[in-house]
């Protein structure tokens, strides 16, 4: 009885195990199947097991949220199992297979698989009117987080998992769009934003801060710099330029002087772009305004830490400016005329929804009053000031996804400036007539291409050419009568400087993923400069083209290779790598610099951003600066055999608090250290030859004299930066300062002690309010308060061994002056006229009360007491002006 039950429990046992799951499934699996496309046309994942189905007369279950099936696919063609046909079709998940008899096969994806898979949505990101697309747009989806930019052509890719999102879309100066998307699939999808009239002040955003203007392809801090009306320049005009020196860390260097210091550097040390284009000239003279005409720019940034590796050249900031392409489908037009001068601006298609064009012109009448204007705040007779700005820019669309377009410009300035002066004594006369003159003018072309072929790759391509003309000439001419004696001296000091300059530039954006992004581009700049620097002791006769020499050109190559790496770790951390290599070859001489870019952004809580940015630039061209009178112009030159490029190491770090929907904080720290550095020689000032009665002795006499008379050092910039802005609601205020020191050493000045950068300044505030009344009239207050600039002052004087006497200052940059501060007030009045038509009306008053640090500082010494003295005049009265401006 035994036996037998043991022999029934053993056939029990081998029956299971032969015709039981595990043997089974293994049976069922290794069953072998021939593939081959010439019978199947399918591509997807889903038509791949839809075949092996019909193949076998079997049902393979599977959850389409875990795993893409839609995602095309192309296999080996040959003889497989069912087990490694699944596995090759199935090779970028993570899945294990299940049979359950009799014909079923459960495919179930790891816990890793269900928590990554995702599908993307794409597309590109528009104007809703003029179609434009919008550059460093920010996409995000809520629930979860999840977010995208749109880059130089406009196309975002946002990664999202399967389910119903609601999306919201954010660009400084247009309405948030916010909207609701089923993804179950990989998808393509447009966003059109509607422009919003009632603009709030300038904003500076850190990434993840959705609700501010950031910029994903240009990382690090980024300024959204011209769509804000409550920022005006001198004489009303509304620019970039302008606009950014409200911002902590930014500053000009003074009241009626134009250049941004962004940093403790240098206003040579921006790097600023017009269509792709570096531009040596960005302002007009005395900070009237910027050569950028607002109604034709489409994009402005400024970045001031965190530098993509794709930029290059400059040591402190970088200022990149695109135009506007043209509405696609109408025409528009806006002419203005106020106090400064009359400005007109016109886009729209040339063929509709496919070629559109962009103009402005602008030109200035205020060498028609500006004399009897000026005449009492300063000690010229006769001033003469215009300038001019003519920009165009024609697009064509081949298809959504590809594009190229055409950019000119052309402008420039004229300043002349004449003044008399007479001392007359009992026993001395001293007559002097200065004669100034200053031209500069740039042309500038650009051509670009823009094309997305995939999901995965975006080109872009530019090649551009600019002209810089600058034309420099002060002439004096000094009588000195005594008893019996007449003394006539001439000085006449030119400083020339022609460069051209053509790059070529080509760039890839590759989207490994929808957290991890490449990019990758080469750059070749062609350089000619043409800077020359004389001087003569009596004034030259004709005009400077055949004076001055012809023969000094520097001919010099660039080569620019780049790399970014963008990857979001999670939706807490960020971290930007990349790096930047630059070759520079002028006459006889290389240079080669590898610059490493990092940064590190962090979201520990929902409303706190925190970055740190390590970065290190070179700059191979530099700004010779005119440290006073009897020494030539600012100047720009290359670096040569016997000078070598600047370099620059920034480390800094930023946290960016958002408070609530209407208050964003951000606390920033810098340290800067400069190497490279150029100084003119400090020559004996022009006036110490009259002081001690010996003749002028030139100190350039030939086209490369500037080599010789320059010095090299190094130096250092470090600083706190504060910035708390209200936004969004009818009252938007701001208040933004920083404390900052910037020194400089030379080991031939001041025998290598530090001294202050002529433009350090200790404390630079902003503050304003601005207030919308209603949708047609809103109103700004501006107040600016700054540490006075550093300058060269005599205080002491002695004799040399020769008899005569000399006064020095004891050191560079020993004094300041006054600290200054000004109010401004701006007023905006819109109405519509007529039919279609929109009147603006700008009032602006710069400098509601008179307390300027725009000052002439002179030095004069008494003949007949000896007694030195510093005098110095502000040149800058309240200045109203008032713009009218009609849209048709």
Known sequence: MLKKYLISVLWILVFQFFSGKGFSQQIFLKEKVRFSYSSFSGQTIQEHIQWLESEKGLTISYSSSSINYQKPVLLKEGIYSIEDFLFAL??????????????????????????????????????NLSKEVLIGAVIESQPGGYFAFSNNSGYYILLLPEGEHEI????????????????????????FLEFHNELPA?????????????????????????????????????????????????????????????????????????????LYEASHTVGIASLFIEESIREA?????????????????????????????????????????????????????????????????????????????????????????????ITHRFSENHKISLSVYTGGDRLALQKTYTRDTTNYQFNSFDQNRLTWSNTLASAQWYYTP????????LAGFLSYKHRARS??????????????????????????????????DYFISGKHTLKFGTEFIHHEFNPVVKQSTIILQGEEANILDKDSVIYANEFNLFVEDHYRINQSLSIYAGVHFNSFHPDRRSYYSIQPRFNLVWKPVKNLVSSVAVTKMTQNIHLLVNLGIGLPSDLWVPSTDKVRPQEAWQYSLSNSYTIDKFHFIQLNGFYKNFEGLLEFQSPVDLF????????????????????????????????????????????NGWFSATWSKSERSFPDIDNGNPFPFKYDRTWDVNTGLS??????????????????????????????ILGTSIINSGSRNNRRLPDFHQMSLNLNYSRTILKNGILNIHFNVYNVYNRLNAYFIYIYRNPDTKESFARKVSILPITPSLYFSVSF
């Open 301 to 393: 940034s400024l970045i001031k830490n965190g530098f993509p590796a794709r930029y290059g050249g400059r040591l402190s900031a970088v200022m990149d400016v695109h135009l506007k392409e043209g509405n696609t489908t109408k025409h528009e037009r806006i002419f203005s005329v106020g106090i400064p001068g009359a400005k007109f601006h016109a886009n729209g298609p040339i063929w509709k929804n496919k070629t559109t064009y962009n103009f402005s012109a602008r030109t200035s009448w205020i060498n028609y009053y500006i004399n009897k204007f000026l005449v009492k705040y300063t000690n010229y007779d006769n001033i003469t000031l215009d300038y001019r700005d003519i920009v165009g820019k």
């Open 454 to 461: 995939s999901k995965k790759w975006s080109f872009y391509g």
């Open 202 to 278: 300038v904003t500076i955003s850190q990434e993840k801060i959705s609700k501010e203007r950031i910029n994903y392809w240009n990382f690090g801090d980024q300024i959204d710099a011209f769509k804000s009306k409550e920022f005006k320049s001198l004489l009303g005009e509304s620019d970039p330029i302008n606009n950014v020196r409200v911002m902590p860390g930014v500053q000009s260097g003074g009241e009626g002087q134009s250049g941004l210091f962004v940093r403790g550097g240098g206003a040579d040390q921006n790097l600023i772009l017009m269509e792709g284009v570096p």
């Open 90 to 127: 199935l090779s970028e998940f993570d899945i294990s297979l299940t049979f359950k008899p009799p014909d079923k096969i459960l495919i179930i994806p790891s816990e890793s698989t269900k928590k990554e898979i995702k599908y993307q949505l794409s597309g590109y990101i528009k104007d």
């Open 475 to 508: 002439s004096y001419t000094f009588l000195t009568e005594t008893p019996g004696t007449v003394r006539k001296d001439e000085l006449d000091i030119f400083s020339y400087a022609d460069i051209l300059t053509g790059n070529v530039k080509f760039s890839a």
């Open 771 to 800: 207030f919308t009344f209603s949708p047609s009239f809103s109103a700004a207050l501006n107040f600016v308060y700054g540490t006075g600039n550093a300058f060269s002052l005599a205080t002491e004087e002695y004799s040399t």
């Open 168 to 191: 919201e879309v954010n660009y400084l100066g247009y309405k948030v769009l916010t909207t609701k998307v089923k993804v179950f699939a990989n998808d393509e999808k447009n966003f």
């Open 688 to 731: 110490y030859f009259f002081i001690n009665d010996s003749d002028i002795v030139p100190v350039y006499n030939t086209s490369r004299d500037w080599e010789r008379n320059i010095f090299e050092g190094s130096g250092y910039a470090r600083g706190l930066e504060f910035l708390f802005q209200r936004k969004n609601k009818k009252i």
